[in-house]
């Protein structure tokens, strides 16, 4: 890999600036269907685990994935992504699980909203969440604690990352609710659109029946 200045980019190093993103208004009705529907379409796949929830009861996000790996701790390369964030995008950050130091806060995400950012899902912990709250910034993360970050800045910006066990591809649409973050991949993400709908069509013809006591199944 040869960046635009000419250097190469080892793994672990390397950033990308530009790559695809989804059709906005796939990504705009994706937003407005249950993280779990959206699941269910995707043959029960997608969905992170359970350990990453939302840091506030009631956070809600849907949009383009800006993935970013870092070191245990370290937070620099999420800095550097949101220099490169387009409106409407989620910050996606593989932090190697660590609850040791967080790699997010409040003055990140009063940073990430002023540059339009959507939301953030980490597989690591941030701090501050009471801030959080109050922002209404919907944070997804697998814990807090106020033990705060390095910024020696290695990782990577724009590229494939594991998240909650899940890869993300930078561009994939990644919703998030009460219930969960699932990852729908981009070339896909109209069709799972398509099959949302019927199924919420489906459920509530199901729901019908069961107010009126008959079985679901």
């Known amino acids: 890999m040869v960046d635009s200045s000419g250097s190469t980019q080892l793994p672990g190093a390397r950033v990308a600036r530009e790559w695809e993103r989804p059709d906005s208004a796939v990504v705009a009705h994706l937003g407005e269907i249950p993280a779990a529907v959206v699941a269910d379409c995707m043959y029960r796949t997608g969905a992170m685990g359970a350990e990453i929830r939302s840091v506030w009861r009631g956070g809600r996000l849907c ?64 701090r501050d969440v009471a801030d959080l709250e109050l922002m209404k910034f919907p944070v997804f993360s697998v814990g807090s604690s106020p033990g705060g970050p390095t910024k020696e800045g290695t990782g990577e910006v724009g590229y494939p990352v594991a998240c909650g066990r899940v890869v993300v591809n930078p561009g994939d649409i990644v919703l998030a609710d009460d219930d969960g973050v699932v990852v729908v991949p981009r070339e896909a993400s109209a069709a799972v659109l398509a099959a949302a709908r019927e199924r919420l069509h489906q459920e509530a013809e199901k729901r019908v029946a069961a107010q009126s006591g008959r079985p679901l199944v």
């Open 63 to 126: 949009g383009p994935a800006l993935t970013v790996l870092v070191r245990s701790g370290d937070n620099a390369r999420i800095h550097e992504a949101m220099g490169l964030a387009k409106v409407g995008d989620v910050l996606v950050v593989n932090a190697q699980g660590s609850l040791a130091h967080a790699v997010f806060g409040e003055l990140m995400a009063t940073r990430a909203r002023a540059v339009g950012i959507a939301g953030l899902v980490v597989d690591g912990a941030v």
